[in-house]
Protein backbone atom coordinates (compact mmCIF):
# COMPACT_ATOMS: atom_id res chain seq x y z
CA UNK A 1 0.00 0.00 0.00
CA UNK A 2 2.84 2.38 1.11
CA UNK A 3 4.65 1.63 -2.09
CA UNK A 4 1.36 2.12 -4.43
CA UNK A 5 1.36 5.89 -2.65
CA UNK A 6 4.89 6.64 -3.26
CA UNK A 7 4.32 5.40 -6.63
CA UNK A 8 1.71 7.46 -7.25
CA UNK A 9 2.98 10.83 -5.55
CA UNK A 10 5.99 10.09 -8.03
CA UNK A 11 3.22 10.42 -10.83
CA UNK A 12 1.69 13.39 -10.05
CA UNK A 13 4.58 15.61 -8.75
CA UNK A 14 5.90 16.02 -11.94
CA UNK A 15 2.43 17.00 -13.29
CA UNK A 16 2.00 19.52 -10.69
CA UNK A 17 5.44 21.01 -11.33
CA UNK A 18 4.65 21.38 -15.30
CA UNK A 19 0.78 23.14 -14.04
CA UNK A 20 2.59 25.89 -11.51
CA UNK A 21 4.91 26.10 -14.30
CA UNK A 22 1.86 26.95 -17.05
CA UNK A 23 -0.10 29.07 -14.63
CA UNK A 24 3.34 31.61 -14.41
CA UNK A 25 3.56 31.64 -17.83
CA UNK A 26 -0.14 32.56 -18.19
CA UNK A 27 0.15 35.04 -15.69
CA UNK A 28 3.29 36.86 -16.79
CA UNK A 29 1.53 37.19 -20.81
CA UNK A 30 -1.52 38.89 -19.23
CA UNK A 31 0.57 40.67 -17.41
CA UNK A 32 2.84 42.72 -20.38
CA UNK A 33 4.47 45.67 -18.21
CA UNK A 34 6.48 44.71 -15.58
CA UNK A 35 4.79 47.06 -12.78
CA UNK A 36 6.74 47.59 -9.65
CA UNK A 37 4.25 49.64 -7.95
CA UNK A 38 1.11 51.25 -8.72
CA UNK A 39 -1.29 53.38 -6.72
CA UNK A 40 -5.03 54.62 -6.54
CA UNK A 41 -3.97 58.05 -5.08
CA UNK A 42 -7.64 58.95 -2.85
CA UNK A 43 -9.18 55.80 -3.92
CA UNK A 44 -9.22 52.34 -3.29
CA UNK A 45 -7.42 49.36 -4.99
CA UNK A 46 -8.55 48.73 -8.89
CA UNK A 47 -7.80 46.83 -11.60
CA UNK A 48 -7.40 49.34 -15.31
CA UNK A 49 -8.41 48.20 -18.87
CA UNK A 50 -4.52 46.88 -19.08
CA UNK A 51 -4.53 44.98 -16.42
CA UNK A 52 -2.36 47.25 -14.36
CA UNK A 53 -3.77 46.55 -10.56
CA UNK A 54 -3.64 49.22 -8.69
CA UNK A 55 -3.33 49.31 -4.54
CA UNK A 56 -5.05 51.58 -2.13
CA UNK A 57 -3.75 54.71 -1.31
CA UNK A 58 -1.04 54.27 1.20
CA UNK A 59 -1.64 57.53 2.60
CA UNK A 60 -5.02 57.39 3.16
CA UNK A 61 -5.94 59.03 6.84
CA UNK A 62 -1.77 60.23 6.72
CA UNK A 63 -0.61 63.16 4.69
CA UNK A 64 -3.17 65.58 2.98
CA UNK A 65 -6.64 65.03 1.49
CA UNK A 66 -8.23 62.17 -0.37
CA UNK A 67 -11.18 63.98 -2.70
CA UNK A 68 -13.28 61.86 -5.20
CA UNK A 69 -15.09 65.25 -6.37
CA UNK A 70 -13.84 63.97 -9.70
CA UNK A 71 -17.20 61.68 -9.92
CA UNK A 72 -19.05 64.90 -10.13
CA UNK A 73 -18.50 65.00 -13.78
CA UNK A 74 -20.43 63.00 -16.05
CA UNK A 75 -17.29 61.25 -17.89
CA UNK A 76 -13.40 61.75 -18.00
CA UNK A 77 -12.20 62.25 -21.73
CA UNK A 78 -9.52 60.29 -23.41
CA UNK A 79 -9.89 56.94 -21.37
CA UNK A 80 -12.12 54.42 -21.22
CA UNK A 81 -15.03 54.06 -18.81
CA UNK A 82 -13.54 51.30 -16.77
CA UNK A 83 -10.00 54.09 -16.33
CA UNK A 84 -12.36 56.67 -15.29
CA UNK A 85 -11.71 55.99 -11.34
CA UNK A 86 -8.28 56.57 -11.59
CA UNK A 87 -8.28 60.14 -12.50
CA UNK A 88 -11.87 61.22 -10.58
CA UNK A 89 -10.15 60.45 -7.50
CA UNK A 90 -6.79 62.57 -6.03
CA UNK A 91 -4.84 63.20 -3.34
CA UNK A 92 -4.09 67.00 -3.11
CA UNK A 93 -2.24 68.88 0.05
CA UNK A 94 -1.35 72.04 1.45
CA UNK A 95 2.14 71.71 1.54
CA UNK A 96 4.28 69.39 -0.80
CA UNK A 97 4.08 65.94 -0.25
CA UNK A 98 4.74 62.57 -1.89
CA UNK A 99 5.48 58.92 -2.00
CA UNK A 100 8.56 56.04 -1.72
CA UNK A 101 8.60 54.19 -5.06
CA UNK A 102 10.62 50.96 -4.26
CA UNK A 103 13.01 49.74 -6.95
CA UNK A 104 13.66 46.51 -8.49
CA UNK A 105 17.77 46.78 -9.04
CA UNK A 106 19.30 48.03 -12.08
CA UNK A 107 17.95 48.87 -15.17
CA UNK A 108 15.79 50.98 -17.44
CA UNK A 109 11.94 52.45 -15.54
CA UNK A 110 9.40 54.66 -16.65
CA UNK A 111 7.21 56.27 -14.18
CA UNK A 112 3.80 57.15 -15.14
CA UNK A 113 2.05 59.72 -13.35
CA UNK A 114 -1.69 60.60 -14.07
CA UNK A 115 -3.68 63.70 -13.63
CA UNK A 116 -6.97 64.83 -14.18
CA UNK A 117 -8.29 68.81 -13.53
CA UNK A 118 -11.73 68.51 -11.92
CA UNK A 119 -12.39 71.45 -10.11
CA UNK A 120 -10.91 75.13 -11.75
CA UNK A 121 -12.18 76.23 -15.33
CA UNK A 122 -9.94 78.52 -15.84
CA UNK A 123 -5.51 78.29 -16.52
CA UNK A 124 -3.16 79.35 -14.17
CA UNK A 125 -5.44 78.17 -11.14
CA UNK A 126 -3.36 74.98 -10.47
CA UNK A 127 0.32 75.27 -10.75
CA UNK A 128 3.24 73.03 -9.24
CA UNK A 129 6.57 71.11 -9.87
CA UNK A 130 7.40 67.48 -9.29
CA UNK A 131 10.45 66.08 -7.92
CA UNK A 132 11.84 62.70 -8.00
CA UNK A 133 14.70 61.46 -5.69
CA UNK A 134 14.90 64.99 -4.04
CA UNK A 135 17.01 66.35 -7.18
CA UNK A 136 15.01 65.86 -10.15
CA UNK A 137 12.70 68.17 -11.81
CA UNK A 138 11.10 65.72 -14.03
CA UNK A 139 7.71 68.14 -14.08
CA UNK A 140 8.03 72.33 -14.30
CA UNK A 141 4.90 74.01 -13.91
CA UNK A 142 2.78 72.02 -14.72
CA UNK A 143 -0.83 73.63 -15.07
CA UNK A 144 -3.37 70.67 -16.35
CA UNK A 145 -6.29 72.87 -17.69
CA UNK A 146 -3.97 74.77 -19.58
CA UNK A 147 -2.60 71.16 -21.17
CA UNK A 148 -6.02 69.60 -21.66
CA UNK A 149 -8.83 71.66 -20.02
CA UNK A 150 -11.42 70.55 -17.67
CA UNK A 151 -12.70 66.46 -16.79
CA UNK A 152 -10.01 65.58 -19.38
CA UNK A 153 -6.78 62.61 -18.37
CA UNK A 154 -3.64 63.84 -18.75
CA UNK A 155 -0.62 61.47 -18.38
CA UNK A 156 2.99 62.19 -17.54
CA UNK A 157 6.14 60.03 -18.72
CA UNK A 158 9.38 60.01 -16.88
CA UNK A 159 12.31 57.87 -17.87
CA UNK A 160 15.61 56.90 -15.80
CA UNK A 161 17.88 54.44 -15.36
CA UNK A 162 18.99 52.60 -12.43
CA UNK A 163 22.59 51.41 -12.00
CA UNK A 164 25.09 50.65 -9.22
CA UNK A 165 22.82 52.61 -6.25
CA UNK A 166 23.00 55.74 -8.41
CA UNK A 167 19.57 57.37 -10.83
CA UNK A 168 20.11 58.88 -13.64
CA UNK A 169 17.50 61.07 -15.54
CA UNK A 170 18.69 63.28 -18.39
CA UNK A 171 22.40 64.82 -17.73
CA UNK A 172 21.86 64.33 -14.02
CA UNK A 173 22.28 61.23 -11.39
CA UNK A 174 21.68 60.90 -7.91
CA UNK A 175 22.63 58.78 -5.04
CA UNK A 176 19.95 55.75 -4.17
CA UNK A 177 19.02 55.01 -0.14
CA UNK A 178 17.74 51.69 0.66
CA UNK A 179 16.40 50.54 -2.78
CA UNK A 180 13.54 53.55 -2.46
CA UNK A 181 13.70 56.80 -4.55
CA UNK A 182 10.69 59.73 -3.19
CA UNK A 183 7.95 61.11 -5.20
CA UNK A 184 7.70 64.78 -3.95
CA UNK A 185 4.46 67.27 -5.55
CA UNK A 186 5.84 70.76 -4.68
CA UNK A 187 3.50 73.10 -3.36
CA UNK A 188 3.56 76.44 -5.71
CA UNK A 189 2.45 79.62 -6.04
CA UNK A 190 -0.85 78.80 -7.33
CA UNK A 191 -3.26 76.60 -5.08
CA UNK A 192 -2.53 72.79 -3.88
CA UNK A 193 -0.33 69.99 -5.71
CA UNK A 194 -2.21 67.05 -6.48
CA UNK A 195 -2.06 63.34 -8.12
CA UNK A 196 -4.42 61.02 -9.35
CA UNK A 197 -2.78 57.75 -9.68
CA UNK A 198 0.88 56.69 -10.30
CA UNK A 199 2.26 53.71 -12.34
CA UNK A 200 6.03 52.50 -12.04
CA UNK A 201 6.95 49.96 -14.55
CA UNK A 202 10.67 47.98 -15.38
CA UNK A 203 12.10 47.11 -18.33
CA UNK A 204 9.38 48.31 -20.36
CA UNK A 205 8.48 48.42 -24.21
CA UNK A 206 7.93 51.75 -25.30
CA UNK A 207 5.25 50.57 -27.63
CA UNK A 208 3.37 48.52 -26.05
CA UNK A 209 3.30 51.21 -23.00
CA UNK A 210 -0.41 52.53 -22.02
CA UNK A 211 -1.45 55.67 -23.73
CA UNK A 212 -4.52 57.53 -23.40
CA UNK A 213 -6.50 58.57 -26.77
CA UNK A 214 -5.74 61.18 -28.70
CA UNK A 215 -7.89 64.15 -27.91
CA UNK A 216 -11.03 65.46 -29.99
CA UNK A 217 -8.67 68.77 -31.09
CA UNK A 218 -5.99 66.20 -32.36
CA UNK A 219 -8.25 64.42 -34.21
CA UNK A 220 -10.36 67.05 -35.96
CA UNK A 221 -8.26 69.99 -36.56
CA UNK A 222 -9.89 72.87 -38.58
CA UNK A 223 -7.69 73.74 -41.63
CA UNK A 224 -6.09 77.19 -41.48
CA UNK A 225 -5.34 79.71 -44.08
CA UNK A 226 -1.88 79.38 -45.43
CA UNK A 227 -0.97 83.04 -44.25
CA UNK A 228 -2.12 82.07 -40.62
CA UNK A 229 -0.35 78.78 -41.26
CA UNK A 230 2.85 80.53 -41.64
CA UNK A 231 2.58 82.77 -39.14
CA UNK A 232 1.99 80.39 -36.39
CA UNK A 233 4.97 78.57 -37.77
CA UNK A 234 6.81 81.63 -36.92
CA UNK A 235 5.66 82.48 -33.73
CA UNK A 236 6.19 79.19 -32.60
CA UNK A 237 9.66 78.53 -33.69
CA UNK A 238 10.63 81.72 -32.12
CA UNK A 239 9.63 80.35 -28.74
CA UNK A 240 12.21 77.28 -28.90
CA UNK A 241 10.10 75.44 -27.17
CA UNK A 242 11.96 71.41 -27.76
CA UNK A 243 8.77 69.89 -27.26
CA UNK A 244 7.12 72.48 -29.99
CA UNK A 245 10.29 71.42 -32.68
CA UNK A 246 8.57 68.71 -34.36
CA UNK A 247 4.81 70.25 -34.34
CA UNK A 248 6.58 73.64 -36.23
CA UNK A 249 8.36 71.59 -38.64
CA UNK A 250 5.18 69.53 -39.62
CA UNK A 251 3.32 73.25 -39.83
CA UNK A 252 5.94 74.79 -42.23
CA UNK A 253 6.21 71.70 -44.21
CA UNK A 254 2.27 71.49 -44.79
CA UNK A 255 1.98 75.20 -45.36
CA UNK A 256 4.57 74.69 -48.46
CA UNK A 257 2.68 72.10 -49.74
CA UNK A 258 -0.47 73.59 -49.68
CA UNK A 259 -1.73 75.04 -53.24
CA UNK A 260 -3.88 78.23 -52.88
CA UNK A 261 -7.35 77.87 -54.97
CA UNK A 262 -7.13 80.44 -57.33
CA UNK A 263 -4.66 83.35 -58.48
CA UNK A 264 -3.94 85.67 -55.94
CA UNK A 265 -5.45 88.73 -56.16
CA UNK A 266 -4.28 92.18 -55.61
CA UNK A 267 -4.69 94.31 -52.32
CA UNK A 268 -7.45 96.81 -53.34
CA UNK A 269 -6.36 98.99 -50.23
CA UNK A 270 -2.64 99.33 -51.74
CA UNK A 271 -3.63 101.04 -55.01
CA UNK A 272 -2.38 104.48 -55.01
CA UNK A 273 -3.92 107.94 -55.46
CA UNK A 274 -2.79 108.75 -59.31
CA UNK A 275 -4.44 105.01 -60.04
CA UNK A 276 -7.81 106.07 -58.20
CA UNK A 277 -7.92 109.23 -60.09
CA UNK A 278 -7.21 108.34 -63.76
CA UNK A 279 -11.23 107.92 -64.85
CA UNK A 280 -11.66 111.78 -63.27
CA UNK A 281 -8.77 112.22 -65.71
CA UNK A 282 -10.12 109.99 -68.75
CA UNK A 283 -13.68 111.74 -68.25
CA UNK A 284 -12.16 115.57 -68.55
CA UNK A 285 -10.14 114.53 -71.68
CA UNK A 286 -13.24 113.40 -73.20
CA UNK A 287 -15.46 116.00 -72.17
CA UNK A 288 -13.14 118.96 -73.18
CA UNK A 289 -14.05 118.31 -77.04
CA UNK A 290 -18.01 118.02 -76.98
CA UNK A 291 -17.03 121.24 -75.03
CA UNK A 292 -15.91 122.57 -78.50
CA UNK A 293 -18.31 121.42 -81.01
CA UNK A 294 -21.37 122.17 -78.94
CA UNK A 295 -20.04 125.78 -78.73
CA UNK A 296 -18.82 125.54 -82.22
CA UNK A 297 -22.77 124.01 -83.38
CA UNK A 298 -25.07 127.03 -81.26
CA UNK A 299 -22.91 129.72 -81.97
CA UNK A 300 -24.98 132.68 -83.80
CA UNK A 301 -22.80 132.98 -87.24
CA UNK A 302 -19.97 130.71 -88.46
CA UNK A 303 -16.30 131.56 -87.93
CA UNK A 304 -14.15 131.73 -90.40
CA UNK A 305 -11.25 130.64 -90.49
CA UNK A 306 -9.79 131.88 -94.55
CA UNK A 307 -7.38 134.62 -94.13
CA UNK A 308 -7.56 138.00 -95.25
CA UNK A 309 -5.80 139.73 -97.09
CA UNK A 310 -5.81 143.65 -97.72
CA UNK A 311 -5.24 144.76 -100.92
CA UNK A 312 -5.67 148.52 -99.60
CA UNK A 313 -4.07 149.58 -97.28
CA UNK A 314 -6.33 152.49 -97.42
CA UNK A 315 -9.12 150.39 -96.50
CA UNK A 316 -11.52 151.72 -94.14
CA UNK A 317 -12.59 150.04 -90.81
CA UNK A 318 -16.06 149.55 -92.73
CA UNK A 319 -14.62 148.08 -95.90
CA UNK A 320 -13.05 145.62 -93.74
CA UNK A 321 -16.34 144.73 -91.84
CA UNK A 322 -17.91 143.96 -95.16
CA UNK A 323 -15.43 140.68 -95.23
CA UNK A 324 -16.85 139.18 -91.83
Known amino acids: ?60 GKVGTESDYGKQLLMINRVKPNDELLYQTERYHHDTFGYELPLAGDGEYVLILKFCEVYFNAPNMKVFDVVLNNRHMVVTDLDIFSLVGRGTAHDEYVYFTVSRGRLYFKEEDSEIRGGKVKLEFLKGYKDNPKINAIVLIKGYDESSLPRLSPQASEQQQIPEPLGDLQNNGAASASTGSPSSADGDAQTDSKSKNRKTSGPKQPNPYSLDESSMMLPVFIAIGAFIPLLFCLSDVGAPFPIRTKPVRIRNPTTTTAGLLRYF
Open 1 to 60: MTSTLQHMVRLVLPGIALLLALSRTILAASQPHNVIYAINAGGDAHVDSYGIKYARDPLM
